[in-house]
């Protein structure tokens, strides 16, 4: 098994009892996991690889994967900003599939 596919499994087990469910498109779902490890070599921690990271951990708290952001956006939207968790309902095709607006503010970013 790979680290992607070790992550997968450990990831779902957590978050689907929570709600959270990886996108059903697979490919898409191993490309963010694969971004997220290799995020954690670069920072050490797995911060959302769809925002731009300033290598300090605590500055990039609120983007560290599940994201702080993550619970609003499902919760309106059905999907996170990476498309990473979604919805049941998401999945099923029964909720729109919409761009989901950053909610990070303008100040956290760091360039």
Request: aromatic content about 14%; charged content about 30%; proline content about 7%.
């Given at each position: 098994?790979?680290a992607?596919?070790?992550?997968?499994?450990?990831?779902?087990?957590?978050?689907?009892?929570?709600?959270?469910?990886?996108?059903a498109?697979?490919?898409?779902?191993?490309?963010?996991?694969?971004?997220?490890?290799?995020?954690?070599?670069?920072?050490?921690?797995?911060?959302?690889?769809?925002?731009?990271?300033?290598?300090?951990?605590?500055?990039?708290?609120?983007?560290?994967?599940?994201?702080?952001?993550?619970?609003?956006?499902?919760?309106?939207?059905?999907?996170?900003?990476?498309?990473?968790?979604?919805?049941?309902?998401?999945?099923?095709?029964?909720?729109p599939?919409?761009?989901?607006?950053e909610?990070?503010?303008?100040?956290?970013?760091?360039?």
């Open positions: 098994m790979t992607v596919e070790k992550l997968y499994q450990s990831l779902k087990k957590i978050q689907e009892p929570k709600g959270y469910f990886f996108n498109d697979r490919e898409r779902v191993f490309e963010l996991l694969e971004a997220l490890l290799t995020n954690r070599e670069r920072y050490g921690y797995m911060c959302c690889p769809c925002r731009l990271a300033s290598g300090d951990r605590q500055k990039d708290a609120d983007i560290i994967c599940p994201c702080l952001y993550r619970e609003p956006d499902v919760a309106d939207y059905g999907s996170c900003y990476c498309n990473l968790y979604v919805s049941k309902e998401w999945n099923e095709g029964t909720v599939h919409v761009y989901i607006p909610r990070r503010p303008p100040d956290k970013v760091p360039f």
